[in-house]
């Protein structure tokens, strides 16, 4: 039977087993079952179109499967958009409706959904991702769309049964067939390239019916359903698996599951068949939940531990590896899996695999369905270890990590599916445990502190496994996981997970280990630190923030009890581990210290937010002691990086001193650091801890007060700033209050003002420069309200500025004045610095600041700060500032000062000052009276009494003995005579203070804490005693002591420095005793901003301010120091100080004055040499207008330097850039720019542009006349045209090659093409590409001029023509041959290849010389057309002054005359003669072969004017110039009225042919209306009008024509001519154009500067057209002769007679497309859309601005003959320009030939910043002042001056 049904056709078998199915007797099922064993037999293919055919035809039961999808979507209930994407895809994040941080929505959800106002950015996906709309557990219901609400499913009906009664019986059959073809196309080995191509094909074949099964799961809920049940049933998998198929298959059935069990156990799996082995583990796991066993210990892991051995021995690695001998591993977790269903079968083959694409997408589009993701979640958590396992030996790991975390973050961003799993499949402990297996894979033996007995293993970052991240998906599930409140609670609740975590984490403890080269520069600098910053950040910081998170009120606070117990023990654990006693080994440092992190930012939640008690959670004083060592080393290493003591590390080492500061990391790093630091410091003694800075920081024996001292630890090239390094750390220490009592407000408002300090930010730089908490659920969320109103509160916005021919700028975010006058905060810059000259850019600017507001001129020092007050669990911070080891160190560093020590500096006193200043403003609590009260009883120590800094400053120390080196000076000095009796009862006293030796006060204290800290002494012995480090070497000077006499105290140490800094004796003078009034008269904050005197000053009344007894003492001081003195006598000395302080003073001034005027000179050398947009810079430059001297014109050469006039032997030319240009055929009529289309129903027409009218009319034009006149009626090079223009700067024409010589010698890579005769300019860099040589003046043909009035009209036309026939008899002087023509011809030559041949050759015969003729006058006239564009568009008072460039149009002109002289025109067809002269009728009979010439009234004036002044000799007079252009005028006038007369109705044409018949008596030549009614009477002789009647003019007329509107028409359509004319006259003979305010006088104005109209004339408001006309002959009869031309030839070309009499030479402005406001607009539109060409969507889809085309950017689809498409279109379009927009990235890129290069973006975000690649994805508008910049240099040609960065583009874009 099934045999027969497979004979029938497909539908018609499918509808007749429905309907036996649906009988009760089940006949029809056992029929299908049959039907299905030979159609899914595993002997066909599976990619057979015929087995894909029959499964459609029976799931939809007789139906077409089109109707039956339709069908079923009807009843589709899914409010879950769910649509799967893969990497690259477009989406959307919207922060304001989010509620998990990865939410997302597809484009198409986005846009339907309310968004506007939110907080949202568009990006591409990384990993593929699916749309959550209508999810309510990831996003808010009022973001979801329209389709996905949940009100829109309510009234779906349920899907009837019968409908889906044969998807029933199929689709567990071809579930099956799937995975059997899994089965058995999978072969073990994946290495091999065979074997994978085999898994390859295996794939490619099953890729049909997946996507069947795709295209069932998008048909909705209800197919989804029936899916889940097939999939997740573990009696159908039971029965179909190893159920009763029919015998026939029996045997292949088996042989398919053995190879799957083969499959599973070489996977190192164990099955539930295996059940000898499996009881062995139950018994071990059922021992606790989390099993200690030996790496080979377990059966379980027999199979894998071979695996894993032979793994082991192929990494050489640098160091070797180390195994575990217990790791803490569950076996259940690593090595068991079971499958019972089909989904758990199917996502094994998947891992196996290694994630093919179609297979997770398949699987990610059923997750709408509920049961589906419940039941794909707990068997995803099944299969999770077996997932990283495989993870770790993928080949291709990067894309594998991609896909499952594309699958997981969709099951795990859902809390309540997460806790499920976490509670019911131990997700928790699998992941934990899976984390401790990779890690364990490449563990080495730590080499911390002491190598020998070190036990500690950390990870080696040089494995792939860290290098590669590939723990990533793994760890980025786990911070999901985490910040679910349920999941993480039950994290922080499991002890036994906590023990497991703190394991994990202690493997990165002291990972990274560097060592210091002392000796050889490092050989290979390892880049391993990267792998390290990014482990510690990821696997360690970001789960510690997750759960820190979790830990924000009280009633947690057994949480952080737990967390921090169990970091004291594994910390413990490490440092007897790395058998560390109390010093840290030398010379190494580690970067990375998470336990200490997490210790610290678990104490600073709990204080913070959970008010606990700061000493129950502290340790021991000896642990906290021993916490404190390594992050200290850190921060002396820092110093020590920074000092370049590193530097034979290489530069990696700065690059991780840099990375552990930078933005990204410093909340995970440097932040818990110091914060630990400071808890340590509260908590310790301070003597101990402040001896213990300076010790790590190799700074002790600095800290004497000798001159001279010997440091066995460090260079004096480094003890300065390794001591002002520690200073800068103790401040910092003791000013940041980032975890001390700050709120999140406070510190976000002084992270900002820090970034904002150092420079100027935009938006997007100073989100990434903020550090923020990483967990993204923590609230502050970069770009949130929250953000935004504290960056207004703090900074001003600057809108993006342009500067002409300048860098783009993007909007800056500035600090507020009161910001820098009040907030400044030179200790937060110092420490948030990357890069050091950062701290000096804040400072410049804060100078900045104080100079521009009058605060202060000098050079200020940072401004001290009030800081905010401390929590009170951290008061004992502040013990440091009063300890006596501060105190004698601040004290010797003020006498070192004082004395000028070497090796001291600015900042370190400024640091002492600011460590005083701290000191006096934390005072502690106990009075100071009672201190003083004491004073003398208790001496205790020689150099203080007390700890009180405001007392100790008063203390007065009278002798110190010091240890020197014997060739010290202090020794030599006797004590002087008068005391010798004393001697030696002072050196006894208690008043000399002893040698300080910091090293010996630390080793005491350590000693005392340890003693009392433990009962037995046997513990001393562990300390072993070092020698004190003030034996020196014997190789050096003995030390001797030596007893100086110093009788200062600090108080008179400051004054004393007080008159160093002012550089004035005496100085300070306490102001209270000028102003008897009380000491507060002055509040030192108001003193905040200054220099050293003023910061010296601000501690003195301060002091004064804290104690009388102070007071007292500095006014004494300051009496003793300063006695009153008479003025006049200036002792000696002094009077040396104030010379030699004059004499600085002038020699400074000298220096400013030389400055200045080198600035001066610079500028004015910028001003002429660089100028682009300047009007009319500087006249003697402009050699453009020939001015009218007697003598020659002299030209400088700008690489001799040697000045002269061009000669024919040695010409001079100037420096020119020659570029094709297409701006001028892109002009249209209508003023109005055109928009970009972005729908399909709006579209770009090219044909109303002015490129493609020329083309059609010269096309018309040569249908019907003879070629050589064709070329001579019309202008070419409205595109390709040739565009001259000049710097200006000119020189020899011989030093020019060999100047290009060099150039091509030189092996610098230059950014031009040297062999394309590309150079810049020597002078002023801007680019060119030739020399135009300068033509010869000769002065004396310009004396000889002829009064103009005196002659005739007639006299001049017959002179003009005497000089044409003039010009074939004795040619120029090209017979000749000098090097000037040589020139002339070689630039001829540069500029017809500067453009492409078909922009040349229009005549019919390629290379006839009317070709180069049309050609060269053709670029006269581009260069006039498109200087008038330059100028606006007219020549009013606007356009002239502003854009007058330097041009070279003399020149050119000179270069194309000699050129076209040497074409000699034919007499007969001489269009002067036709123009001047009543000619007779040559009978057209004559040659009917020959085609008539064009008749003079379809000719262009333009051309014919340029065509006769070109032709004309060299020296051209001007009245020749004005004749000429009359003659042309009276032609022009007559066009105007013929083409008016073809615009009127035929009514009109009686009406105004009737008028002017009335008048012709009167003065008829200068009448319109009697021309007009002549020129109507005479056209319509012929048929003319008739023709044109019907279509044309019903669009023309649209209103009556009066005399007005006739006299305005006839004007304007003179007007283009009168321009250009006028600019050639102003070039050929140097006259200054007219100017005019308004538009309207701006006809008469030109008309009489050409010498058309009489000026006496002008007096008239409104000059009058006809009132310019002055005709030679008789205006009827020569007007009659030009249309009986037109009459002549009409018959031949009756249809186009209109078209070419009608000659409109109006054209607006070039301009580009107008673009939408919104950038989205576009994106949406265009990133999608396929080409025309090849109809593939681009990868990099372009625009051109200029004309719209869609091109593929580099695109290897649309490539012809080696040129992309891009380039192809620069060429076609601009004639090699082209102005792209790359849709994908929002940037303008710019082709120029052979270059291109990245222009910027016309589309800014709402703070005025480019978003390149879309990066961020913010909404972007349109700039329009940028795009009217890009415009306006696209329309002068300036893109090669004004943008620096070219490149070569090879073609390939």
């Known amino acids: 039977m099934a045999v027969s049904l497979l004979r029938r056709d497909k539908r018609s078998a499918a509808a007749s087993l429905k309907a036996e199915c649906s009988r009760p007797d089940g006949r029809g099922v056992q029929l299908l079952n049959d039907l299905l064993d030979s159609v899914l037999s595993p002997e066909r293919a599976l990619a057979e179109a015929e087995v894909i055919e029959w499964c459609k035809c029976l799931i939809a039961g007789g139906e077409s499967f089109d109707d039956f999808c339709k069908m079923v979507c009807a009843y589709d209930n899914a409010t879950l958009c769910g649509l799967v994407w893969t990497a690259n895809f477009v989406a959307y994040r919207c922060r304001t409706c989010g509620i998990s941080p990865c939410m997302s929505l597809c484009a198409e959800c986005f846009n339907a959904g309310e968004h506007t106002g939110h907080d949202f950015n568009m990006f591409r996906s990384q990993a593929g991702g699916a749309c959550d709309c209508g999810d309510s557990s990831v996003m808010r219901d009022s973001g979801f769309c329209k389709r996905h609400r949940s009100t829109a499913s309510l009234n779906i009906p349920s899907v009837p049964n019968e409908l889906m009664m044969m998807s029933e019986h199929i689709l567990p059959r071809v579930i099956l067939r799937l995975v059997q073809h899994l089965r058995d196309g999978y072969s073990e080995p994946v290495s091999d390239p065979a074997t994978e191509r085999d898994l390859q094909k295996t794939l490619q074949q099953m890729d049909p019916l997946i996507s069947l099964l795709e295209d069932l799961t998008k048909m909705g809920g209800a197919t989804r359903s029936i899916l889940t049940r097939v999939l997740a049933n573990h009696q159908i998998y039971k029965d179909l698996c190893s159920g009763d198929l029919c015998t026939g298959e029996k045997t292949y059935a088996k042989k398919n599951y053995e190879k799957y069990l083969a499959a599973l156990k070489g996977s190192g799996l164990v099955t539930s068949k295996e059940r000898s082995v499996t009881s062995v583990l139950d018994q071990m796991a059922g021992a606790s939940n989390v099993t200690i066993l030996g790496a080979t210990a377990g059966t379980g892991q027999m199979d894998s531990s071979d695996e894993e051995e032979q793994d082991g021995n192929q990494r050489v690695g640098k160091r070797k590896r180390v195994e575990l001998c217990n790791s803490t591993k569950d076996p259940s977790i690593m090595d068991i899996l079971k499958h019972k269903c089909f989904l758990e079968e199917i996502l094994f083959w998947t891992v196996k695999y290694e994630f093919p694409q179609k297979m997770v997408t398949f699987l990610l589009n059923m997750l709408p369905d509920q049961d589906y993701k419940i039941a794909f979640t707990k068997t995803f958590v099944q299969h999770y270890a077996f997932i990283m396992k495989t993870l770790i030996k993928s080949h291709e790991s990067d894309t594998m990590s991609n896909r499952i975390v594309h699958i997981s973050v969709q099951l795990f961003s859902n809390e ?140 947690t606070q057994g949480y952080t009890r737990t967390v921090v117990r169990y970091c004291l023990d594994a910390l413990q654990d490490w440092f007897d581990a790395i058998n560390f006693v109390d010093e840290p080994a030398p010379n190494q440092v580690t970067f990375h210290l998470p336990l200490h992190r997490y210790y610290a930012m678990f104490l600073s939640k709990a204080i913070r937010c959970q008010q606990l008690d700061l000493d129950s959670l502290l340790p021991d004083q000896e642990m906290l002691m021993k916490m404190m060592v390594h992050p200290l080393q850190i921060q002396a290493s820092l110093s020590e990086i920074h000092s370049n003591m590193w530097v034979r590390n290489g530069l990696q080492i700065k690059g991780q001193a840099m990375t552990y500061v930078q933005s990204h990391f410093c909340n995970s790093m440097i932040d818990p650091d110091i914060f630990l630091l400071q808890v340590c410091a509260s908590r310790l003694d301070p003597d101990y801890f402040v001896s213990s800075v300076f010790e790590r920081f190799k700074v002790v024996d600095l800290l004497t007060m000798a001159s001279q001292h010997q440091n066995a630890a460090l260079d004096t090239e480094h003890e300065r700033s390794m001591l002002e390094g520690a200073l800068t750390f103790l401040v910092i220490l003791l000013s940041l209050r980032i975890h001390l009592g700050m709120t999140d407000d406070e510190i976000l408002r002084a992270e900002m003002v820090a970034q904002l300090c150092m420079s100027d930010r935009t938006h997007s730089t100073l989100l990434d420069l903020i ?254 005693p070092k020698t004190s480090k003030w034996t020196a070497p014997s190789s050096t000077p003995q030390l001797t002591t030596a007893i100086l006499e110093v009788r200062e105290s600090m108080l008179s140490l400051l004054i004393k420095l007080h008159y160093k800094l002012s550089g004035k004796q005496n100085s300070y003078y306490p102001f209270w005793l000028e102003d008897s009034e009380s000491t507060s008269r002055l509040d030192p904050m108001q003193q905040s901003h200054g220099d050293g005197t003023t910061a010296v000053e601000r501690i003195l009344i301060k002091t004064a301010a804290r104690s009388r007894q102070n007071k007292c003492s500095i006014e004494e001081i300051c009496r003793k120091v300063a006695p009153p003195v008479p003025p006049k006598k200036n002792s000696s000395a002094d009077k040396k100080a104030l010379d030699k302080e004059e004499r600085r003073q002038k020699a ?16 004015s050398f910028m001003e002429t040499a660089m100028d682009l947009e300047s009007p009319d810079s500087d006249v003697a430059m402009d050699i453009g207008s020939s001015e009218q001297q007697d003598s020659e014109t002299v030209y400088d050469c700008v690489i001799c330097g040697q000045s002269g006039p061009s000669t024919e032997e040695r010409p001079t030319g100037l420096v020119v850039l020659l570029q094709a240009s297409s701006v001028l055929g892109h002009r249209r009529r209508s003023t109005e720019p055109k928009k970009l289309p972005t729908s399909d129903e709006e579209q770009i027409y090219p044909e109303d542009t002015c490129g493609t009218a020329h083309d059609v009319r010269i096309t018309d034009l040569q249908q019907y006349f003879k070629d050589s006149s064709c070329l001579q009626s019309v202008s070419i090079g409205w595109e390709g045209g040739v565009y001259v223009q000049t710097c200006g700067h000119t020189l020899h024409i011989d030093c020019h090659k060999s100047y290009m010589e060099s150039l091509r010698n030189d092996q610098v890579l230059q950014s031009f093409s040297v062999d394309k005769g590309e150079f810049t300019c020597p002078l002023c860099r801007q680019f060119a590409n030739s020399v135009l040589p300068c033509y010869p003046e000769k002065s004396e043909e310009k004396s000889i001029w002829s009064p103009y009035i005196s002659k005739t009209l007639q006299a001049l036309i017959e002179e003009v023509e005497e000089q044409q026939e003039q010009l074939g008899m004795f040619p120029v002087s090209i017979s000749s041959v000098t090097n000037l023509s040589k020139e002339m011809e070689s630039v001829m030559k540069d500029i017809k290849n500067t453009t492409q041949k078909k922009y040349i050759d229009y005549g019919k015969t390629p290379g006839s010389p009317d070709n180069d003729f049309l050609f060269m006058y053709s670029v006269a006239r581009l260069n006039l057309e498109l200087e008038l564009v330059h100028r606006g568009g007219n020549l009013c008072l606007g356009g002239a002054s502003a854009t007058t460039k330097r041009s070279c149009l003399n020149q050119l002109l000179h270069v194309l005359a000699m050129h076209m002289r040497l074409f000699r025109i034919d007499s007969a067809y001489n269009p002067w003669t036709r123009l001047t002269r009543l000619t007779q009728v040559i009978d057209s009979g004559i040659c009917d072969d020959e085609k008539p010439e064009v008749p003079l009234l379809y000719r262009d004036i333009s051309s014919l004017l340029l065509i006769l002044v070109l032709t004309m000799p060299q020296e051209l007079h001007k009245e020749h110039f004005t004749c000429i252009v009359k003659v042309l005028y009276n032609l022009l006038y007559t066009q105007a009225i013929a083409t008016l007369s073809v615009r009127f109705s035929e009514e009109e044409r009686t009406a105004w042919k009737n008028s002017g018949k009335l008048k012709i008596m009167c003065n008829s030549d200068k009448s319109w209306e009697v021309l007009l009614s002549h020129i109507i009477g005479e056209l319509s002789k012929g048929k003319l009008y008739c023709a044109s009647d019907t279509d044309q003019v019903s669009m023309l007329s649209t209103s009556v024509w009066s005399p007005q509107s006739i006299e305005y028409s006839i004007q304007q359509f003179c007007l283009p001519f009168l321009r250009t004319t006028s600019l050639l006259q102003h070039h050929l003979f140097g006259d200054d154009l007219p100017n005019c305010q308004r538009t309207e006088e701006e006809f008469g104005m030109l008309a009489s500067y050409l010498g058309l109209l009489l000026s006496s004339l002008q007096s008239s408001d409104e000059a009058n057209s006809s009132s310019c006309l002055e005709w030679p002959v008789a205006a009827l009869d020569i007007i009659s002769q030009w249309c009986s031309e037109v009459m002549t030839s009409a018959e031949s070309h009756s249809e186009q007679v209109m078209n070419l009499l009608v000659q409109d030479p109006q054209w607006s402005l070039p301009c580009l497309l107008q673009l939408p406001e919104n950038y989205n607009t576009i994106f949406q539109y265009y990133h999608r859309k396929a080409c025309v060409h090849c109809s593939k969507v681009p990868k990099d889809p372009a625009l051109c601005l200029v004309c719209g085309t869609f091109v593929c950017l580099k695109g290897q689809c649309c490539k012809q003959q080696s040129y992309c498409e891009c380039v192809l279109h620069s060429q076609n379009c601009g004639a090699g320009t082209g102005i792209f927009l790359l849709i994908n990235a929002s940037v303008i890129i710019v082709i120029r030939g052979h270059r291109f290069c990245l222009w910027g973006s016309v589309y800014l975000d709402t703070h005025g910043e480019e978003d390149r690649d879309l990066r961020r994805g913010k909404p972007l508008y349109l700039c329009s002042e940028r795009y009217k910049v890009l415009e306006q240099q696209w329309v002068t040609h300036t893109f090669d001056h004004i943008n620096k960065r070219w490149g070569a583009h090879y073609n390939g874009l």
């Open 771 to 1024: 550090p923020e908490n990483p967990n993204p659920k923590s609230g502050i969320i970069p770009g949130s309200y929250y953000f935004e109103n504290m960056l207004s509160a703090v900074a001003d916005f600057k809108a993006p500025v342009f500067e002409p021919g300048g860098s783009m700028q993007q909007g800056m975010y500035t600090p507020k004045a009161d910001v820098w006058n009040q907030e400044f905060d030179p200790i937060m810059v110092i420490l948030r610095t990357v890069y050091r000259r950062d701290v000096q850019s804040a400072m410049d600017r804060y100078m900045g600041f104080l100079k521009q507001t009058g605060k202060f001129c000098g050079n200020p020092w940072p401004p001290y700060r009030e800081r905010a007050p401390l929590n009170p669990s951290y008061k004992g911070l502040m013990r440091i500032l009063h300890c006596k080891t501060l105190h004698i160190v601040l004290f010797t560093l003020l006498y070192k000062m004082s004395m000028d020590h070497q090796n001291m500096s600015e900042h370190i006193l400024c640091m002492v000052l600011y460590l005083i200043e701290l000191g006096l403003d934390n005072l502690p609590e106990e009075t100071v009276e009672e201190e003083e009260m004491f004073g003398e009883e208790r001496c205790s120590d020689s150099w203080f009494h007390g700890t009180n800094i405001a007392t100790n400053l008063n203390h007065v120390i009278n002798y110190v003995r010091v240890r020197v080196p014997e060739t010290a000076p202090e020794v030599t000095r006797e004590p002087p005579a008068s005391t010798s009796s004393d001697t030696s009862s002072f050196v006894q006293s208690s008043n000399t203070a002893q040698v300080f030796s910091l090293v010996a006060e630390r080793r005491r204290k350590f000693q005392e804490i340890i003693n009392r800290n433990s009962d037995n002494a046997i513990q001393n012995a562990d300390v072993r």
């Open 1148 to 1163: 400074r001034e000298r220096q400013q004055k030389l400055l200045a005027e080198f600035a001066s000179r610079q500028k």
């Open 416 to 555: 309540e599916l997460a806790r499920q799993v976490t509670e019911e499949c131990q997700l928790l402990e699998i992941m934990v445990t899976v984390l401790l297996y990779m890690m364990e894979s490449c563990l080495i033996k730590s080499e911390l502190q002491d190598e020998e007995n070190n036990f500690h293993v950390v990870v080696n970052c040089g494995e792939p496994l860290l290098k590669n991240n590939t723990y990533w998906p793994l760890v980025s599930d786990f911070i999901n996981i985490l910040s679910h409140q349920s999941v993480a609670k039950r994290f922080l609740e499991d002890q036994g997970l906590l023990q497991m975590w703190m394991n994990f984490v202690s493997f990165f403890q002291g990972m990274n280990l560097n060592k210091r080269e002392l000796n050889e520069h490092v050989e290979f600098e390892s880049q391993t630190y990267y792998a390290a910053f990014a482990a510690e950040l990821e696997a360690c910081a970001q789960p510690m923030w997750g759960l820190l998170t979790h830990c924000k009120i009280r009633e």
